[in-house]
């Protein structure tokens, strides 16, 4: 059981690592919107759509990344007092007893919306193009995300920048 857990901690690391390059083309995208409108007077959309599509899965994949770093906004003012093992016990309980439903409720929710929007090949409303499924696809993405570091954590198999 332990070595699943340690694959699936390190798959999820890679992921993440990968994703994390995913910044760079948003920008681009982002940043040439404007020249396409003016200058080339074609393309922007597109660009936005697939900026989009790119934004959406950096998010999904940076929401587990912060996770696992530690680096969310957390109200932690009685918890810094506590002994390392307790805080240890405490996140490894959270990540059971809260972050785990949490991310299975939002894929069984969501995965309706998200299979049909695949089997579709939903496209984007104004625009038409090709990709909003990708959208939605990243809800589950995320969810699946969190489930993923929450076992990982829950199992107390988690490295110490990862606790």
Do not use: C
């Amino acid at each position: 059981m332990r070595s699943a857990i340690a694959a699936i901690d390190r798959a999820l690391g890679m992921l993440l690592r990968a994703g994390s390059l995913l910044v760079l083309p948003v920008s681009l995208l982002l940043f040439l919107q404007w020249p396409l409108r003016e200058w080339v007077q074609a393309y922007s959309r597109e660009a936005n759509d697939l900026a989009q599509v790119l934004f959406a899965l950096y998010v999904a994949l940076a929401v587990t990344a912060a996770t696992r770093r530690h680096a969310h906004l957390a109200a932690d003012a009685l918890a810094r007092r506590y002994a390392e093992r307790t805080r240890i016990r405490l996140a490894r309980l959270a990540a059971f007893a809260i972050a785990l439903p949490w991310a299975a409720f939002v894929l069984w929710s969501a995965w309706p919306i998200v299979a049909q929007a695949v089997r579709q090949q939903e496209s984007f409303p104004d625009t038409f193009n090709p990709g909003y499924f990708l959208l939605k696809l990243a809800v589950a993405l995320l969810a699946a995300g969190v489930a993923l570091q929450a076992i990982v954590v829950a199992s107390g198999s988690a490295g110490p920048d990862e606790r």
